[in-house]
């Protein structure tokens, strides 16, 4: 009789872990607490939008699952911290931290300004640096965890997205990979590269048929993604099934970069 036992671990089970995903009030972060719930884990939501989370949680308890709601600005950095604090008292801990809040800039290089800048930067950098590190320190004082920032194909090459979400995204990419290095063995740090996907964030470009066709155009899936399909790639970084992987790039991006 073949010895399964080894291969327990190899498989997307949360069942008795708890995750916190920030970003969770609407399109990605909201499909992958929901991949994340169905698969077992007890899910906090953090976002600024109050009614969203609370639709969330009817949501996740419907189907059977544990749902707290953490309301937030991550740019505020006191308001995360204590985010953080209350999500670690929920459990006792934290398994996870999935990070899909992030805020997007359609202005161009040429028009941008510092205050736009700054606003964005402090969203999707700074936010989501002392978010991890508030997370993160906890993880390493206690049994480890498994860290995913999701960031973008837009912080990889130029795929028609302005530079200023493009360079935060970029600079998230190497901050993973390097708190992946410093955190290492304990807490695990991976990104997840999505391309375009119909949310929120992209309904205006996506709703301009030229936008579309030039996306298409570069993307051998020949199709735009949706928000569920994230969720595959957040279940593989979160769990066992990864073990060893740390400081990544996921690229789910239809094969854009292929
Ligand atoms: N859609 C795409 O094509 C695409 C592609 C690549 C990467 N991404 C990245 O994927 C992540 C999710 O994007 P999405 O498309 O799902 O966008 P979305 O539908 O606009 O959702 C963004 C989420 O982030 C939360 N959020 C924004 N600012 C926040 C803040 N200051 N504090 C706390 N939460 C905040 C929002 O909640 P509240 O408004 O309730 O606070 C919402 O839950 C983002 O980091 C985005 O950059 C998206």
Redesign the pocket.
Same mark, same amino acid.
């Given at each position: 009789m073949a010895d399964w036992g080894q291969f327990e671990t190899l498989r997307p089970d949360q069942a008795g872990t708890t995750s916190l995903v920030?970003?969770?009030?609407?399109?990605?972060?909201?499909s992958i607490a929901i991949g994340l719930a169905a698969a077992g884990a007890s899910v906090v939501g953090?976002?600024?939008?109050a009614d969203?989370l609370d639709d969330l949680g009817d949501e996740i308890r419907t189907g059977g699952g544990e749902f707290l709601p953490l309301v937030?600005? =991550? !740019?505020d950095l006191e308001a995360t911290a204590a985010a953080v604090a209350a999500a670690w008292r929920w459990k006792g801990g934290l398994d996870s931290l999935v990070n899909?809040?992030?805020?997007?800039n359609r202005s161009s290089a040429l028009e941008i300004s510092p205050a736009e800048w700054d606003a964005l930067f402090d969203?999707?950098l700074r936010?989501a640096f002392f978010l991890t590190r508030e997370v993160g320190r906890r993880m390493l004082d206690g049994n480890g965890g498994s860290i995913v920032n =999701? !960031?973008?194909?837009?912080g990889v090459v130029s795929d028609g997205a302005q530079v200023a979400y493009s360079a935060s995204?970029a600079a998230m990419i190497h901050m993973s990979a390097v708190l992946a290095d410093h955190w290492a063995p304990k807490v695990r740090l991976n990104c997840i590269?999505?391309?375009?996907?119909r949310?929120?964030?992209?309904r205006d470009y996506l709703a301009v048929e030229d936008n579309v066709s030039a996306i298409l155009q570069r993307t051998p899936m020949g199709r735009i993604a949706r928000?569920e399909e994230m969720v595959g790639a957040a279940l593989f970084l979160v769990s066992g099934m990864s073990s060893y992987l740390t400081g990544q790039n996921l690229l789910v991006d239809g094969g854009w970069t292929a």
């Open positions: 920030a970003g969770a009030s609407r399109g990605i972060g909201r953090l976002a600024r939008s969203a937030a600005d =991550i !740019a899909s809040a992030g805020a997007t969203v999707n936010g =999701i !960031a973008s194909l837009s995204k590269s999505p391309a375009w996907v949310t929120e964030m992209t928000p």
